[in-house]
């Protein structure tokens, strides 16, 4: 792959790291902090991939912003999940009370 390609998927990561952080923290300052402090690497890493193409990139930061981005979306994945789970299961239980008003009230 061409190191461009390799900025690009960086960038990609980072970017929506930061979107989700911005969501919980408010403030694109505090989730790039934040999200630098997730994959353990500089913040100013993260603030270059946010505002400019950086010139060089280790790899321990590229793979450590792969990781949190692969582990943030088995998270979100894992709680859609659990969210539609639960909404079947709400469904399920409040189906015959809907059936038995519906009844009620045709009688």
């Known amino acids: 792959m061409k190191r461009h390609r ?3 998927m960086a ?5 929506k790291l930061i979107h989700w952080e911005t969501q919980k923290v408010g403030h694109t300052k505090d989730a790039i902090v934040a999200v630098a402090q997730k994959c353990g ?5 993260i603030w270059c991939l946010r505002y ?3 010139k060089d990139m280790v790899c321990s930061a ?4 792969r990781d ?5 979306m088995k998270r979100r994945a894992h709680r859609r999940d659990v969210l539609r789970a ?3 299961a709400e469904d399920t239980f ?11 009230v045709e009688v």
């Open 62 to 65: 590229f793979f450590a912003l």
């Open 68 to 72: 949190a981005y692969f582990a943030e």
């Open 41 to 45: 690497i500089p913040h100013g890493t």
């Open 86 to 88: 639960r909404k079947e």
């Open 94 to 104: 409040l189906a015959p009370e809907s059936i038995i008003r519906r009844q009620h």
């Open 52 to 54: 400019r193409e950086p």
């Open 6 to 8: 390799y900025m690009d």
């Open 11 to 15: 960038r990609n990561w980072a970017g």
